[in-house]
């Protein structure tokens, strides 16, 4: 092989090394990540209860702390000035099982009584969430998932 073969192999190989170093550092640095959410809302129905249920996949690579969930209509104050993350101070906690590596399977359920139903604002809802990861990074969305009531 000629020198200059083994050299140009060589700068490659340093050239891949740090570049893949690069990339794990700039993934260690992510905010957590939400994908997959979705909400399920079923009326209640004669002496049977319904509910909400908020399901989420949240990647993070230091863990996941914490994920608050906070459902509100369209028709409402908070749709008028933009949802921040105070609000979420009155958001409910989502049960988090490990799905993956660096990720959780994050839901959130929620009884509806026939009284609930009944005092809610009719048409479109919206479910908001804040992540916060084991090392301190936060996600939050205001508009995660829809549903209709």
Known sequence: ?????????AVGAVVLAGVGALGLAYAG??????AHSTARYTTPVGERDGALTFTTDVTSSSGVKSV???????????????????????????????SGQDTARCT??????RADADGSPRGPWHVAVLVTAKDGETTFKSKAADFTV
Not at 29 to 34: G, N, T
Not at 108 to 113: A, E, H, L, N
Request: charged share 25%; hydrophobic share 40%; glycine share 2%.
């Open 1 to 9: 092989m000629s020198s200059r073969v083994v050299v140009s192999v």
């Open 29 to 34: 640095d992510q905010p957590p990540a939400l």
């Open 68 to 98: 608050k969930v906070l459902a509100w209509p369209a028709k409402s104050s908070l749709a008028k000035k933009e949802l921040t993350t105070k609000e979420m101070a009155d958001g409910e906690s989502a049960v988090c099982e490990p």
């Open 108 to 113: 959130y359920k929620v009884t509806v009584s």
